[in-house]
């Protein structure tokens, strides 16, 4: 298990963009899976962006694919995700999540209960 905290959230024209930062605690960072998540009120929450151990390889929603890019920088212990050309259905609470487990390559969009360690988020507002 891995402490999460998110920053960068905000409010922010249609068409602007937004950083999201989620910095990690402990020395074994670079073991984790790290992915993007948002929820809106009364919706289910959604995966938006994986990135592997490495970061050499990354997955994207296809609601966002094109507009938003996840990276991470294992000495900082950090991930991050930019987001551009932000659109009112962006509206959500964006939250970070670990995972020990999960594949370098993924096939699919992986799952909730395919990440052990989550922040506690951080909003982020589009407005029209």
Do not use: H
């Not at 990690?24 to 938006?48: I, L």
């Not at 970061?55 to 212990?77: C, E, L, P, Q």
């Amino acid at each position: 298990q891995v402490q999460l905290v998110e920053s960068g959230g905000g409010l922010v024209q249609a068409g602007g963009s937004l950083r999201l930062s989620c910095a990690a605690s402990g020395r074994t960072f670079s073991n984790y899976g790290m992915g993007w998540f948002r929820q809106a009120p009364g919706k289910e929450r959604e995966f938006v962006a994986a990135i592997s151990r490495s970061g050499a390889n990354t997955r994207y929603a296809d609601s966002v694919k094109g507009r938003f890019t996840i990276s991470r920088d294992n000495a900082k212990n950090t991930v991050y995700l930019q987001m551009n050309m932000l659109k009112p259905e962006d509206t959500a609470v964006y939250i970070c999540a670990a995972s020990p487990t999960l594949p370098s390559i993924l096939l699919s969009d992986p799952l909730p209960s395919d990440f052990g360690s989550w922040g506690q988020g951080t909003q982020v507002t589009v407005s029209s």
